[in-house]
C-alpha cells in the first residue's frame, strides 16, 4: 500500500539517473510505472481514516528530531494514528516506539 508521500518519493527516485542508471524514468514514464503498480493485486493508494497530526506533533516533540526527520516523523505518524505496518530499509524508523515497524535490510 502507498501513501501520498511514499507513491511521491518513488516517483521522484525512479526519475534520478544517480539511482537508477539506464533504467531511469522519463516524468510519463514514473506515472506509468505507478499506475501499472497500483493495478497489482494487494496494492493500493491508502485512505487514512486519520491524519496523524496529532501524533506527529506528538513525536517531534518526545523524539527531539532533527529536520531532516520530518517526512518520516509523518510516515511513523499516520502509520501509528491508523494502526498500519509501516515496511522500510530506513533504520530510523526504529526511534518511534509505538510504531508497527518491519525493518527491511538488504545483507
Known amino acids: ?3 501520498t508521500v511514499t507513491a511521491l518519493g518513488l516517483l521522484r527516485l525512479v526519475m534520478q539517473p544517480k539511482v537508477m542508471g539506464t533504467a531511469v524514468r522519463s516524468v510519463s514514464g514514473a506515472s506509468d510505472l505507478l499506475q501499472s503498480l497500483l ?7 491508502a485512505k487514512p481514516e486519520n491524519d496523524g ?7 517531534m516533540h518526545a523524539n527531539n ?4 526527520l520530518c517526512t518520516d516523523t509523518h510516515l511513523a505518524a499516520l502509520a501509528i494514528s491508523n494502526d498500519w505496518r509501516l515496511v522500510s530499509f530506513d533504520q530510523d524508523f526504529g526511534r518511534f516506539s509505538r510504531l508497527n515497524w518491519l525493518p527491511l535490510s538488504t545483507e
Do not use: N
Not at 53 to 59: A, E, G
Not at 65 to 68: D, E, F
Open 65 to 68: 528530531l532533527p529536520s531532516r
Open 1 to 3: 500500500m502507498f501513501c
Open 53 to 59: 497530526w496529532s501524533v506527529f506533533h506528538q513525536l
Open 39 to 45: 493495478e497489482q493485486p494487494g496494492v493500493a493508494m
